[in-house]
């Protein structure tokens, strides 16, 4: 059975300091891997996908990357956090764009 | 205005109550796919729907796509039930509605 898991589940990091959040996903090849962020109250904002090694697509502009070094790893990164990094960060899978997604536990990031 | 429309925004019932959920949109779309988010913040997959209805356990999930509107409900409200539901579509782009929040009291 597929699984997908992401660390840590929760960060506390200061101003400017960089990030690196994991994202992997066992039991399945050549997922569709997604980044969501959701801020306090808000909703789900998708920030990247990726449909192969190497490929990211970046939905809104911001302070973050992303990279998809294996097939089953997906990475959030930032060189300065910024105070609005703040939030809740999900990655999920699919077996193509616009299936059915399957996330992770999440990860809580608040940049002091 | 948002391309996903959700109501209510907020629902409190009693245990054993019929609840109703309705998203509206306004892009065209290949799926419609509804989500429940528990207060810890996991996010579980419920429905995928391209049309018609689907029933799982006491959740339901229909959508028009001539209406643009689809709606989840739930039979028999249990206290377990409380969790976010979240909205949303794919078609070139995904779109989420900001979700209901379900409050079930025993």
């Known amino acids: 059975s597929q699984t997908i898991h992401q660390w840590p589940a929760t960060l506390v990091q200061p101003v400017g300091s960089p990030l690196s959040l994991e994202c992997t996903v066992e039991?399945?090849?050549?997922?569709?891997l997604y980044w969501y962020r959701q801020a306090a109250g808000r909703g789900l904002q998708l920030l990247f996908y990726?449909?192969?090694?190497?490929?990211i697509s970046s939905e809104v502009p911001q302070n973050l990357s992303a990279s998809r070094p294996q097939d089953r790893q997906f990475i959030l990164s930032s060189k300065k956090l910024l105070l609005s990094d703040s939030g809740f960060y999900l990655c999920?899978?699919?077996?193509?764009?616009?299936?059915?997604?399957?996330f992770g536990p999440g990860t809580r990031l608040t940049v002091l | 205005k948002n391309e996903v429309e959700q109501s209510p925004q907020n629902l409190t019932a009693q245990e054993g109550e019929f609840i109703t959920i309705n998203c509206s949109y306004s892009v065209g779309i290949s799926a419609l796919h509804w989500l429940q988010q528990h207060p810890g913040g996991g996010i579980v997959s419920l429905f995928m729907l391209s049309s018609g209805k689907k029933k799982h356990g006491r959740l339901i999930a229909t959508i028009n796509i001539q209406e643009k509107h689809s709606s989840l409900h739930i039979t028999a409200s249990h206290p377990r039930d409380s969790a976010v539901y979240i909205c949303a579509v794919t078609g070139n782009q995904f779109y989420f509605g900001t979700g209901t929040s379900l409050t079930v009291i025993p």
């Open positions: 039991g399945t090849s050549n997922p569709n």
């Open positions: 990726s449909v192969g090694i190497g490929q």
């Open positions: 999920a899978w699919s077996v193509s764009w616009g299936n059915e997604q399957f």
